[in-house]
């Protein structure tokens, strides 16, 4: 069977650097007469104003990932969906049962999702407001920047950080509402186009979306009905939304310790699914090194899934995760891996 063929997103990355480039050079040029005259006055007045333009554009990001999440939660209620958490950086507001709890937790990679638990599912689920919102909460605050910059023109330093927060809410819902995968990941508006046109990959959505919510209010994935995940036949082929749950599949038959259900799926997951994100094909790798070992298989297989990538995720990342979460014994035996490979060489 010929394997599809990965999408990397290349072109996704450069949109992406272009318009961050364009709105560097907006800022810039918005901005080059405070700097121009600061940098005739003293160095260090031309040094203060650079950094104040930096921590602007830190605010201004912030700010928008809110309004970005914020969009998503007010769409998705208008389309019928319950809140299940909000999260920005590791700050996170989860609903558990009819009571709001704020904890920490944080995901590599992601600065702030906001999840949603959809409605019965059906074909016509509604998924073009809910994907699109953030891309509007954008809009709205950098509308709201604009009429408030026009108001308090006269004072410099409030029009610095308006100038600055109305280029980046353009810019990221440039970003994240023109259809393309960034990296391997595919954006709101390619996910709100794509679940628009596919049954399959809708009800991949609909069933991460319902397991993300039940995660985030403690429950374990062996708790879950089965058959949310259930992967449908050759969609892993389709993209991250459809292989996703290929991976929750996995993780919940390791939950259950049923290793030879977990070996099974993962395995497929690696040789036939190109939508498998990065970050999902490493730590999928980990879990059947550590089935390898628990079913004694040869050294040399367990070698050769050893990448350099590999090693380098589990020392930085999937450490971390895996002691967070108690599961020490995978790390252990990740570890003896690594050592008997060590000794071979």
Same mark, same amino acid.
């Given at each position: +069977?010929?394997?599809?063929?990965?999408?990397?997103?290349?072109? /996704?990355?450069?949109?992406?650097?272009?318009?961050?480039?364009?709105?560097?050079?907006?800022?810039?040029?918005?901005?080059?007469?405070?700097?121009?005259?600061?940098?005739?006055?003293?160095?260090?007045?031309?040094?203060?104003? +650079? &950094?104040?333009?930096?921590?602007?554009?830190?605010?201004?990001?912030?700010?928008?990932?809110?309004?970005?999440?914020?969009?998503? &939660?007010?769409?998705?209620? &208008? *389309?019928?969906?319950?809140?299940?958490?909000?999260?920005?950086?590791?700050?996170?507001?989860?609903?558990?049962?009819?009571?709001?709890? !704020?904890?920490?937790? *944080?995901?590599?990679?992601?600065?702030?999702?906001?999840?949603?638990?959809?409605?019965?599912?059906?074909?016509?689920?509604?998924?073009?407001?809910?994907?699109?919102?953030?891309?509007?909460?954008?809009?709205?605050?950098? $509308?709201?920047?604009? %009429?408030?910059?026009?108001?308090?023109?006269? %004072?410099?330093?409030?029009?610095?950080?308006?100038?600055?927060?109305?280029? +980046?809410? @353009?810019?990221?819902?440039?970003?994240?509402?023109?259809?393309?995968?960034?990296?391997?990941?595919?954006?709101?508006?390619?996910?709100?186009?794509?679940?628009?046109?596919?049954?399959?990959?809708?009800?991949?959505?609909?069933?991460?979306?319902? @397991?993300?919510?039940? !995660?985030?209010?403690?429950?374990? !994935?062996?708790?879950?009905?089965?058959?949310?995940?259930?992967?449908?036949? /050759?969609?892993?082929?389709?993209? /991250?939304?459809?292989?996703?749950?290929?991976? #929750? $599949?996995?993780?919940? =038959?390791?939950?259950?310790?049923?290793?030879?259900?977990?070996?099974? @799926?993962?395995?497929? !997951? #690696?040789?036939?699914?190109?939508?498998?994100?990065? #970050?999902?094909?490493?730590?999928?790798?980990?879990? +059947?090194?550590?089935?390898? #070992?628990?079913?004694?298989?040869?050294?040399?297989?367990?070698?050769?899934?050893? *990448?350099?990538?590999?090693?380098?995720?589990?020392? *930085?990342? $999937?450490?971390?995760?895996? &002691?967070?979460?108690?599961?020490?014994?995978?790390?252990?035996?990740?570890?003896? =891996?690594?050592?008997?490979?060590?000794?071979?060489?």
């Amino acid at each position: +069977m010929q394997k599809p063929k990965k999408q990397n997103g290349t072109a /996704g990355r450069i949109v992406s650097l272009l318009l961050y480039m364009l709105a560097g050079a907006f800022i810039g040029g918005a901005h080059f007469g405070e700097i121009q005259i600061a940098g005739r006055l003293n160095i260090v007045k031309f040094f203060l104003i +650079m &950094l104040l333009i930096f921590v602007f554009v830190y605010l201004a990001i912030l700010l928008q990932i809110i309004a970005h999440e914020a969009g998503h &939660l007010v769409f998705g209620k &208008l *389309s019928g969906y319950g809140f299940a958490s909000f999260r920005i950086g590791n700050l996170m507001l989860v609903k558990t049962g009819a009571r709001l709890r !704020l904890k920490r937790f *944080s995901v590599m990679g992601t600065g702030g999702p906001c999840l949603m638990t959809p409605p019965e599912y059906c074909e016509n689920m509604p998924v073009l407001l809910y994907n699109f919102g953030g891309c509007v909460g954008n809009l709205v605050l950098s $509308a709201a920047a604009a %009429a408030v910059g026009w108001v308090c023109g006269n %004072a410099v330093i409030i029009t610095i950080f308006i100038r600055i927060l109305l280029i +980046m809410g @353009i810019v990221m819902a440039l970003q994240n509402g023109i259809p393309m995968r960034i990296g391997p990941i595919s954006n709101d508006g390619r996910n709100a186009l794509e679940l628009a046109r596919d049954g399959v990959a809708r009800w991949c959505f609909w069933a991460q979306l319902q @397991i993300s919510g039940r !995660l985030a209010a403690g429950m374990r !994935l062996k708790e879950m009905p089965g058959e949310w995940f259930v992967m449908p036949e /050759g969609s892993g082929r389709r993209s /991250g939304i459809c292989a996703a749950i290929g991976v #929750l $599949a996995c993780n919940r =038959a390791m939950d259950a310790m049923d290793f030879t259900s977990a070996a099974g @799926i993962g395995h497929g !997951l #690696l040789e036939d699914a190109a939508g498998l994100l990065g #970050l999902h094909r490493l730590m999928i790798t980990c879990d +059947m090194i550590y089935c390898g #070992l628990i079913f004694g298989e040869p050294q040399e297989k367990i070698e050769k899934m050893l *990448s350099p990538e590999l090693v380098r995720f589990f020392k *930085s990342v $999937a450490q971390k995760i895996l &002691l967070r979460f108690g599961h020490s014994m995978r790390m252990n035996c990740w570890q003896i =891996a690594m050592i008997r490979r060590r000794k071979r060489s």
